[in-house]
């Protein structure tokens, strides 16, 4: 199942309770065992506890949350189902930062994950289509249609947003439960088998050397910023992310106009993306962030500096450092801003270490800049509004409603940037392959 590959690797291996390697595994945890898990998940819940600042963004009772899990969290039989069951208190955070890896030495063979073809769509993960031989029984009147794409409604019982989509990893050969709404509001209930074979993927994707692609057409330039993570991208002779970005944006210092393309940049580290976006400004921007006072993020004029118009693109993948980046050349007045609805993720990232070698990753700095709109959960403010929507991807096809609004976005930056509008095959030849295909 193509949801958040990186939440599924990280928690997929705390679902045992299903497991069919559960008889290899002793039926009680010993004392020291039950001490370990309570230690552990004590640590991990107080530390969100002081941190976190989102609980009542998200309208969760955290306490109420412990009393429900706390007891099946220590009466687990062993280190799998603890986990599973650490899993399941964070799934109540519908938060795109958070994740959770386990204490486990691998689990490399051992997990799969449903190999269904699914997109966000609206803030919703949508079926684009079913693994071969599935032999689901589908609604009669979807069954034969292409274009039915229901919405996932849930995933093992847990309702399928933010971290919910973790629960689609499983032993391999076991039945991953989903419930799915079809375009007539009808709800219907499916068991999909988990492949046989191990199919989790690498924690991060590394994106080599395509996390960065530049070019122009006649006097607009184009570049594409995949990442702000130096350890997801393949760097130049000295290692350093932003003397290839400072390099790529003196390359195209002296057009007009540029488009800087942001779909699908997840963030990364503010070391990396902060002197970047320097270079775009004429005076100093700053943030606060955190709770009690915070502390001031300052992003300082650098040079070279470009003079030329921006338009930013974003889309339904853009998190994070990828949204910062558009939001701080927008307030700025340096960027307008062009595409869909990004994540939502708006704060930096805490690391809480559990006893037992686990990890979880959360939000724990806010935006508390006063007068500034925060952006957790609802995406930054966008000046041109140009979604993927399910009605046209119901009407067109996936494929065919992907292109149309990648089309459109770009027909709008040439637009805005004053260039001829029969530069738009070229623009889209230069960016074709890149970080505006749709990912297969």
Known sequence: MKLNYRRIFALGAAMSVWAAISAELPSQASGDSKALFAETFDTHWQRLRDDYPYFELYGVDWEAERAEHRPLALAAADPDEFAWELARLLTALPDPHLSFIPAMDTIEGRWSVPEVETRMIERRPVVIAWPEGSQLKLPPAYAEDPKAYPEIISIQGVIAVGTAEILAAGPVGSSCELRLRWPDGTETDHKLRRPDKSN????????????????????????????????????????????????ALKELGDTDGLILDLQGNGGGLVAASDPFLGNFLKRSQSYRWGNAGGKRRVIRPRTPRYKGKVVALVDERSASGGEWAAR???????????????????????????????????????????????????????????????????????????????????????ELLGAPATDLEALLALAEGQSLTASK
Do not use: C
């Not at 350890?231 to 970005?245: R, S």
């Not at 952006?375 to 292109?403: C, N």
């Open 200 to 247: 989790l993927p690498p924690p991060k994707k590394h994106f080599g050397s395509d996390w960065l692609v530049k070019g122009r057409v006649g006097n607009v330039g184009y570049l594409a910023v995949k990442t702000f993570d130096p350890e997801i991208a393949t760097l130049g002779p000295d290692g350093k992310m932003t003397t290839m970005l400072r390099a």
């Open 328 to 414: 701080i050349l927008r307030d700025a007045g340096r960027a307008t801003v062009v595409g869909g609805r990004t994540i939502g993720a708006e704060a930096a990232v805490h690391t809480s270490e559990g006893p037992d070698g686990s990890i979880v990753k959360f939000s724990a700095w806010p935006m508390v800049e006063p007068g500034v709109k925060p952006f957790q959960e609802v995406g930054i403010e966008l000046d041109h509004f140009l979604p993927l929507t399910l009605k046209d991807v119901r009407r067109l096809g996936y494929e065919q409603a992907f292109e149309q609004v990648r089309r459109a976005r770009f027909a709008k930056a040439l």
